[in-house]
């Protein structure tokens, strides 16, 4: 896919079992661990879709950031452990291999209108389970819970 850039956050090259091979082509770039918000923020905006191959520690983060913009998310069938109410082909595209997953990339630069479903389907996940408004809203109803259990013991 020469026509297509791969940008790998999350490992250097020097972190992948022969990485001189994928260093060599033009359209690979290592990015390294990003930790600066602002940078992954620049990733994610541009990026055309996200690719998570793997669970990792960071992996849930990854899912987030990628909904958060608004991305197609690629990735294996692992997934749903973390993600219950993912939906392949919905909200997600799950491959069962790398090729899959790479079959997976083209297909989605050659049709808009499935860009655009999963796009909108995951920004709904991620607005209905992960939002702002639904943190704030869970924090909430802990702190009413502490507040009428202090009440009950005349605190």
Known sequence: M????????????????????????????FAGYV???A?????????FCVVCPI???SFPSRFYGAFFYKKVVISTRFARACFAELRDGS?????????EA???????????????QIEEHASAYYAKYFSPRVHCSGIEEVLECVRRQKAKRGG
């Open 35 to 37: 930790v600066d918000d």
């Open 39 to 47: 940078q992954l923020a620049a990733i994610y905006r541009n990026a």
């Open 102 to 116: 790479a079959e997976l990339v083209r297909r989605v630069f050659n049709e808009v209108a499935l860009k655009v």
């Open 2 to 29: 020469k026509d297509i850039d791969f940008v790998v956050v999350g490992a250097a090259a020097g972190d992948i079992i022969e990485s001189f091979k994928y260093s060599l082509l033009s359209n690979v770039h």
């Open 55 to 57: 669970l990792a520690p």
């Open 91 to 99: 909200n997600i595209l799950l491959a069962k291999s790398a090729a």
